[in-house]
């Protein structure tokens, strides 16, 4: 088990459906990551929140949403997602997105699948 | 662009060999190279190099970053199958923490 807390493990949805992806920790790091990774692939980065405030959004798109209602948590808003859009979503923390002598911890992710 | 490559992308091998995972990097202002472990899930942290501890072991494990090559290998010595897995090697630079992927080595270890 990962410090790095994500819910739900597995969701099914459809396209048209709204649902919600949640994160915690509870490590004190002020940084915290969206990532996405398809099957065999590497993760990619979708978001980055500094101090409960959004850093750096890598082009995404809009039916992705994220929220940062604390330093302690992280969601990420779902809505009108693609088939391509079926993927793991990782999220993870660091200390904060300038120190550098300190790693991202990953949670276990959610394994999204769209109908 | 930074990039990240690894080599090789697949290793199978057999309990107690070791083995050597190869990274090779570009990166405008490096700050850090990373080595993961993933299984199923969670992405693992390893180790994490920079300028100022270029050398880590842990165990079985141990890594070198080689600074002036732009590379860095990750050693497992008598390999067991809980060691099978997907190795992935990140950079980060200097501006922040923001990590970019190799596309990872396939480790399989077979009994």
């Known amino acids: 088990d990962t410090e790095v807390t994500q819910t739900p493990k597995h969701l099914v949805m459809g396209m048209t459906n709204k649902k919600s992806l949640k994160c915690e920790q509870h490590?004190?790091?002020?940084?915290m990551y969206w990532y996405k990774q398809k099957a065999k692939k590497p993760p990619e980065l979708m978001f980055v929140?500094?101090?409960?405030?959004?850093?750096i959004n890598e082009s995404v798109p809009s039916r992705f949403s994220p929220e940062c209602p604390n330093s302690s948590l992280l969601n990420l808003h779902l809505h009108a997602l693609q088939p391509e859009d079926s993927a793991l979503y990782l999220c993870?923390?660091?200390?904060?997105?300038?120190?550098?002598?300190?790693?991202?911890?990953f949670g276990d992710g959610t394994r999204l699948s769209i109908l | 662009e930074d990039k990240v490559v690894q080599s090789p992308l697949s290793l199978v091998v057999h309990e107690g060999d070791t083995v050597t995972l190869n990274c090779s990097y570009e990166?405008?202002?490096?700050?850090?190279l990373l080595w993961y472990k993933q299984e199923k899930k969670a992405p693992t942290f390893l180790f994490m190099l920079?300028?100022?501890?270029i050398e880590k072991k842990s165990g079985r494990l141990s890594s070198i970053l080689d600074k002036k090559e732009l590379s860095s290998i990750l050693n497992i010595t008598a390999t067991q199958t809980g060691d099978s897995a997907i190795y992935l090697c990140?950079?980060?630079?200097?501006?922040?923490?923001?990590?970019?992927f190799g596309e990872g080595t396939q480790l399989t270890v077979n009994p």
């Open positions: 929140y500094s101090y409960e405030k959004l850093s």
């Open positions: 990140a950079v980060s630079e200097t501006s922040g923490s923001r990590l970019t």
């Open positions: 920079t300028s100022s501890g």
């Open positions: 490590m004190g790091h002020r940084a």
């Open positions: 990166v405008t202002n490096f700050r850090s």
């Open positions: 993870a923390s660091s200390q904060g997105w300038t120190d550098p002598n300190q790693p991202q911890h």
